[in-house]
């Protein structure tokens, strides 16, 4: 097949590269010039785990080229992909479909002759009719351009696997049609595996990705509220979390309570999918989304307090050490990020924020400049009064507690993500605390040197002590 793909983020980019992977001819089109040039060179502006070398490689073979001409996709594709952007609008809630609308006028005022045009980004349920009604009326081929929508289920960290390896493909377009006919052969090697197919109507479509991001967001909302309940109960999160997840009604995948999730999609989607239930007048059926987003702040408000109480009350004066910054590992992307935003607060009330993340401190950096960064996450942690781990990230799991001991001021780490073998850093001396979980460590009243064990200066207030549920 002979495909362009318009709009070369990190939806179009990866899209255009597995396009290519599968063996067809692909254009990848984008009107910035810098975008470009680095696909080009087979260099993705963002870190995708695999997206390099499918980039790299088929560059070279000649199955993926890039463009800014929107001439030379109308004269290339058969079936064009739109993948731009669509941010939340300043309002809070709504899509900003502008890019949408945009690159598809300026596609179809150059097609002449029949081809399909497949929408992928998340939109509003009945943009896909808007656009026929566009297209129709713009493109010199006139009805015999077709309008689909085949929306994208991509993880980021996972991205090239979900592409060339999905849960399911859905079809938005007439039954039957050519449209139909054209989608079925791009991802005719896909289906071949018994990757299950849904054939619906555009507006089915449409909603899939936003329900499905919202059902995640809720699951994921869900356990952590659970978590704070645990936390009054002296109940254990993990324990509970593992005990629903043998329900095969419930399941444990997004079932791991922390604090929160961030990123481009599940906070924009379950907003996004609000307004659009608001929009169709039936706006109170999912007026629960917005418990879920509240729940999903709430756990960032939760660390932070954490934070605090492991300080003593106040965490002015403190030097905390991060680990973390990307909304989730596997990625640079710090849109939204629950580790970033607690790691602000905390210097916003006096912290020094000591800020270390595998892949995404340049970026972290231009969004919240005021931190101090570091390249690896033990010089991060010198002279630490506490520790936070906030995106889970292998590098952190895989750290021996022992190495870090003479390089802390005080060893309390305070887990995020509930991942980290808590014997394991309680073993090596450490004091260990997590959203939702029972404080079972020995007591240490007093901040003291970790290097000397020097009693510090009363001025600065003690560290909690953690104590055993029930017991004063």
């Not at 179809?108 to 399909?116: E, G, L, Q, S």
Request: aromatic letters at 6%; hydrophobic letters at 40%.
């Amino acid at each position: 097949m002979r495909i362009t793909v318009v709009g070369c983020g990190y939806l179009g980019a990866t899209h255009a590269a597995c396009m290519a992977e599968l063996g067809h001819m692909v254009l990848g089109v984008d009107i910035a010039q810098d975008t470009i040039h680095h696909l080009a060179r087979g260099i993705a502006p963002f870190y995708e785990p695999g997206l390099d070398s499918l980039l790299l490689r088929h560059t070279k073979s000649g199955r993926l080229s890039l463009s800014t001409s929107y001439q030379e996709a109308a004269d290339f594709g058969d079936v064009h992909f739109l993948t731009v952007g669509t941010p939340q609008q300043q309002d809070g809630g709504s899509y900003d479909l502008t890019q949408v609308f945009d690159a598809a006028a300026k596609l179809a005022v150059h097609i002449d002759r029949p081809a399909t045009i497949v929408g992928k980004s998340t939109v509003p349920v009945g943009t896909a009719s808007k656009l026929a009604q566009l297209v129709s009326a713009l493109a010199p081929a006139r009805d015999a351009v077709e309008v689909a929508w085949n929306p994208e289920f991509l993880r980021e960290s996972s991205a090239v696997h979900d592409t060339l390896d999905p849960d399911r493909i859905v079809i938005g377009c007439e039954p039957g049609s050519v449209s139909e006919s054209r989608l079925r052969e791009v991802y005719r090697d896909i289906l071949a595996t018994g990757t299950p197919l849904v054939i619906t109507n555009p507006q089915t479509a449409e909603l899939t990705k936003c329900a499905a991001n919202s059902f995640l967001a809720m699951k994921i909302s869900f356990i952590n509220a659970l978590s704070e309940i645990c936390e009054s109960a002296g109940a254990d999160v993990l324990h509970l979390a593992d005990a629903l997840s043998f329900d095969k009604r419930i399941g444990g995948a997004g079932m791991r309570p922390g604090i929160g999730f961030g990123g481009g999609c599940l906070p924009k989607d379950i907003r996004g999918f609000m307004e659009s239930a608001h929009r169709l007048g039936v706006g109170g059926a999912l007026k629960f989304l917005a418990c879920v987003d509240e729940i999903n702040q709430r756990c960032r408000e939760r660390m932070v307090t954490l934070t605090r109480k492991v300080c003593g009350g106040s965490v002015a004066g403190r030097r905390i050490t991060v680990w973390g910054a990307s909304f989730k590992p596997g990625t640079d992307d710090v849109r939204d990020s629950p580790a970033l935003a607690v790691a602000a607060t905390l210097f916003d009330e006096g912290a020094n924020v000591r800020v270390h993340d595998p892949r995404a401190v340049d970026k972290a950096q231009s969004e919240v400049p005021q931190l101090s960064y570091f390249g690896d996450p033990v010089s991060a942690a010198r002279g630490a009064d506490v520790i936070l781990h906030l995106t889970d990230w292998e590098e952190y799991a895989s750290l021996r507690p022992e190495t870090l001991t003479p390089v802390v001021k005080q060893c309390h780490i305070v887990d995020g993500r509930g991942s980290l073998n808590e014997a394991l850093w309680n073993s090596a001396g450490w004091q260990y605390w997590s959203l939702g979980r029972p404080a079972l460590n020995s007591p240490s009243p007093i901040l003291e040197d970790g290097a000397t064990g020097t009693q510090m200066s009363e001025t600065v207030p003690p560290l909690l002590t953690p104590t055993i549920p029930g017991l004063a």
